[in-house]
């Protein structure tokens, strides 16, 4: 059965520090993969996307996303975490054909802390 | 900015009532889609569409109805609403030109059945 996991529930980060929010996929081919933001009471935010090419995609707010086939992976990152980056985050996989639904991971709240 | 919108934000409303919770999207995008999410929780598809006319079920059993006359409007109707309904419901859309086009979502609407 085709699966994302997002491993961790909660992540706690300090301001300025880099963070890494982890996302595995269980998917034949090579399909889409996308990180989404949603702050309390929105709806879900895009961030950024891979559909191929250089392994590192850059997104919205400074993020970025690191891309490894070999483990199936899509971890997102950032840098130096903000306050405003507290949010929680999810992590999608769409197939690459026969289908546009989109599987989405758990989730994964993420706190920065001042 | 993606322009999606649903109404109400917010619904609070008795046992038994009819119910239709409204998504407008003025994308022309073809690809529409309901999730439900209790608050801060994974999502949950419940229905979709591919086009005009075109409705399906998601993976999530779920008592509400869809339809789809126009491009740009997805309502999803519960016939007689129950305590069990009450959740957080997403609407999203998604272009079918290109390749792995990320959804956009509407901010929600709440529902809380009493």
């Keep these: 059965a085709q699966s994302v996991a997002q491993p961790e529930d909660q992540v706690n980060v300090a301001e300025g520090n880099p963070l890494t929010v982890k996302c595995t996929y269980s998917v034949s081919g090579n399909p889409y993969l996308f990180w989404y933001v949603q702050y309390p009471n929105r709806g879900l935010q895009f961030l950024l996307k891979y559909i191929t090419g250089d392994n590192l995609v850059k997104g919205s707010y400074g993020f970025e996303a690191e891309f490894n086939k070999s ?7 950032k840098p130096s975490a903000l306050v405003s980056d507290s949010a929680l ?26 | 900015e993606a322009d999606i919108y649903q109404t109400p934000r917010y619904l609070v409303i008795g046992t038994g009532k009819k119910i239709t919770l409204e998504c407008s999207q003025t994308m022309g995008h073809d690809k529409m889609y309901w999730y439900q999410q209790d608050p801060g929780m994974e999502l949950h598809l419940i229905h979709y569409s591919y ?34 309904h009450t959740s957080q419901y997403l609407c999203a859309s998604s272009e079918s030109q290109g390749s792995g086009q990320p959804q956009h979502f509407g901010d929600g609407t709440r529902l809380s059945i009493l």
């Design chain 1, 71 to 77: 483990q199936t992976s899509f971890h997102l990152k």
């Design chain 2, 51 to 84: 086009g005009v006319n075109s409705t399906e079920k998601g993976d999530l059993s779920s008592e509400s109805t869809v339809s789809r006359i126009r491009t740009e409007h997805f309502p999803l109707t519960l016939e007689s609403a129950r305590p069990s």
């Design chain 1, 89 to 114: 985050y999810f992590c999608a996989v769409r197939p690459p054909s026969g289908t546009y639904k989109y599987i989405f991971g758990t989730g994964t709240r993420l706190k920065v802390l001042a």
